[in-house]
């Protein structure tokens, strides 16, 4: 009964393709996350989207794009890779307090490795 | 903005020795502070959080931090290591105002000496 799920977990891939990581949470909560963990272990958050509404959209290029269908799933596309993009991509999910200071539930990243 | 400093990028411990962890901020109000772990290939775990109240806060696995406001520190330790607490520890500083969106510092990695 994972709590947030990420698939796939390791991602090969060329420069120039498309491709998307999916994530869901069996938690109830309202906002999920994405953060990228570069290869210096540093995490920067990317975006947060209370349910299904963005809130957080950092200067991310916009070859990512976010989407959520539903407050149970937030998937993060790439279009057009590039060797930059290398990382590890973890997605994360909170329930909304009117304080906004809930801990984050993290999934176990998903290894995107660009070629 | 807010900001995390962890000065130490890696620490070496010996089984059953004390360990602390450096943790610096930068806001200009009254932080929501956290300390995560993430072990090898895994996600990061909540350790504790210090939102306001008793400034010296216990988590999971044994480890407490406390919150010197005059230091914008949050420092975290254990007494004893086990080999089992060799992993990476992450300071991490939210905002109400920021919607959040939680600063992560660079992290510490701990190495455990048997």
């Known amino acids: 009964d994972t709590a947030v799920s990420q698939t796939p977990k390791y991602l090969v891939t060329q420069m120039g393709n498309d491709k998307s990581i999916k994530c869901e949470q069996n938690?109830?909560?309202?906002?999920m996350y994405w953060y990228k963990q570069d290869s210096k272990k540093f995490l920067k958050i990317m975006f947060s989207?209370?349910?299904?509404?963005?809130?957080i959209n950092e200067t991310v290029p916009n070859r990512f794009s976010p989407k959520s269908p539903d407050k149970a799933h937030l998937n993060l596309h790439i279009n057009s890779l590039e060797l930059g993009d290398s990382a590890v991509y973890f997605c994360?999910?909170?329930?909304?307090?009117?304080?906004?200071?809930?801990?984050?539930?993290f999934g176990n990243g998903t290894r995107l490795t660009v070629t | 903005a807010q900001s995390v400093t962890q000065p130490d990028i890696h620490i070496t411990v010996s089984e059953g020795a004390s360990l602390e962890l450096r943790c610096n901020y930068s806001?200009?109000?009254?932080?929501?502070l956290f300390w995560y772990v993430q072990s090898p290939g895994q996600g990061l775990q909540l350790l504790l959080k210090?939102?306001?109240?008793?400034?010296l806060v216990q988590g999971i696995k044994g480890f407490e931090a406390e919150f010197k406001r005059s230091q914008s520190s949050f420092n975290l330790r254990k007494p004893s290591v086990h080999w089992s607490d060799a992993a990476e520890y992450f300071c991490?500083?939210?905002?109400?105002?920021?919607?959040?969106?939680?600063?992560f510092g660079g992290g510490t990695r701990v190495l455990v000496k048997p």
């Open positions: 994360a999910s909170s329930p909304r307090d009117r304080y906004y200071n809930s801990p984050l539930h």
């Open positions: 938690l109830g909560h309202d906002t």
């Open positions: 989207y209370n349910n299904k509404e963005l809130i």
């Open positions: 806001y200009g109000a009254t932080p929501y």
């Open positions: 210090y939102f306001s109240g008793d400034t």
């Open positions: 991490a500083v939210g905002a109400s105002a920021a919607g959040n969106k939680l600063t």
